[in-house]
């Protein structure tokens, strides 16, 4: 049986980086996403530095038999998951009333649905090796975010069950670490339409690899949440303590929504 470690949304991004990191430590993977060939590059990548090379699962998290499918090609490969990375997600800015419903639900069914699903499931093998879950969601848990309501509430989820799941498994000896980047650059703020935003167009942030590498550092350490970047934790310390009546519209300008 090959004990592996199961990154999601490794096609690009912060993913990507999260599976350099983890090969580069020593860790078997197996990378998911929906675009094959940049799977296969990454693959290529990680097996050229001498590392084994990952399995690849190309696979839409949103589809309703997304996990089976991907436990089956686990099995099939005589792959365990001993360490689940739930990094795959997606945002959208805009108001609620002008957006798509299928995008929000899509999200939805991405940021929440698919990490729950992939969590339960793989919550037996992770308990049995001892073993760990990291889940990326964003400093976006920390409030609400008119403009783009339905990605911030759905990262609040990701937060509170991760930090709720780490206290429930403690006597398990499995650690639960939720990961919490600040404005990153990836693919992330094309989907999201932050070229629009013009606030949010010039940040630059910390990079997807700082993000990985703090991510990495945090769930081998056990840590039940982490911030990557001064400013980003300063953030996350100082802005839930702004009443609401002085903070959403703030969040609403920052998010380009004038809502
Ligand atoms: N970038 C930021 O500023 C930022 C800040 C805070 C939190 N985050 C969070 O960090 C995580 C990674 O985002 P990122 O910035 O690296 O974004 P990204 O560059 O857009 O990468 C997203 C990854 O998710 C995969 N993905 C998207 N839809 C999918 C689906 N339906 N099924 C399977 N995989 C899917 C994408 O691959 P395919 O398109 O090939 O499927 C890609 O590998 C997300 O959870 C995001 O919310 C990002």
Redesign the pocket.
């Known amino acids: 049986m090959r004990d592996i470690t199961l990154v ?9 980086d999260l599976a350099r990191v983890f090969a580069r430590h020593g860790h078997d993977l197996a990378l ?4 094959g060939p ?1 799977l296969e590059a990454l693959a290529d990548e990680i097996a050229a530095m001498g590392r084994p090379r990952p399995l690849v699962i190309v ?4 589809e309703r038999d ?1 996990v089976d499918k991907t436990v089956g090609a686990l099995a099939q490969a005589g792959a365990r998951v001993t360490i689940l990375v739930n ?5 959208v800015a805009g108001v609620v009333r002008k957006q798509e419903p299928a995008e929000l639900l899509g999200m939805v069914d ?2 929440i649905r ?1 990490l729950l699903d992939l969590t339960l499931r793989f919550l037996p093998d992770i308990i049995a090796a001892k073993g760990k879950i990291l889940n ?5 848990s920390y409030f609400p975010g008119p403009g783009m309501a339905v ?1 911030y509430a759905s ?1 609040a989820f990701v937060a509170s069950f991760s930090r709720a799941l780490n206290q429930e498994l403690k006597a398990s000896g499995v650690t639960v670490t939720v990961l ?10 094309r ?1 999201a339409g932050f070229h629009n935003i013009k606030e949010l167009s010039k940040m630059k ?1 910390v990079s ?1 690899l700082a993000v990985a590498e703090a991510g990495y550092q945090a769930l081998m350490a056990g840590k039940r949440v982490v911030v990557p970047g001064l400013d980003n934790k300063l953030a996350t310390l100082i802005v839930p303590l702004v009443p609401d009546a002085l903070l959403l519209p703030l969040v609403a300008r920052f998010q380009g929504g004038r809502v």
């Open positions: 999601t949304g490794a096609s690009g991004g912060i993913g990507a998911i996403a929906r675009s940049k696979q839409d998290l949103v997304a990094n795959a997600g997606y945002g991405l940021n698919a990326v969601a964003s400093i976006a990605y990262k919490n980047p600040g404005v990153t650059e990836t693919g992330f703020q989907r942030g997807a």
